[in-house]
Nanobody
Framework: QVQLVESGGGLVQPGGSLRLSCAAS????????IGWYRQAPGKERELVAS???????NYADSVKGRFTISRDNAKTTVYLQMNSLKPEDTAVYYC????????WGQGTQVTVSS
């Protein structure tokens, strides 16, 4: 099993920045792939970015060039640096360990509004 705790969300104006953190603990190993997802009201949950233990990253087209995913040296904390935020980025953001398909944290709310 794995425990996931997301933090760092908040209210920001368009064009602003936020840095989200995901603390993963439990039966996680360094080879686990971790991703950030988001879900806006009335919409399906979508993959935003993912990262392997070696640092290979993948991004949704909607966030390329604006968001950056990274891992710390222990490989159990994952970050999402979000720049040039747009109102359409408003959603609850979740981190997810690929191997634990049914396990999700509580998420952190990101609201982009003037």
């Amino acid at each position: 099993q794995v425990q996931l705790v997301e933090s760092g969300g908040g209210l920001v104006q368009p064009g602003g920045s936020l840095r989200l953190s995901c603390a993963a603990s439990g039966s996680i190993v360094s080879s686990d792939v971790i991703g950030w997802y988001r879900q806006a009201p009335g919409k399906e949950r979508e993959l935003v970015a993912s990262i392997t233990t070696s640092g290979t990253t993948n991004y949704a087209d909607s966030v390329k060039g604006r968001f950056t995913i990274s891992r710390d040296n222990a490989k159990t904390t994952v970050y999402l640096q979000m720049n040039s935020l747009k109102p359409e980025d408003t959603a609850v953001y979740y981190c997810h360990v690929l191997r634990y398909y049914y396990t999700w944290g509580q998420g952190t709310q990101v609201t982009v509004s003037s």
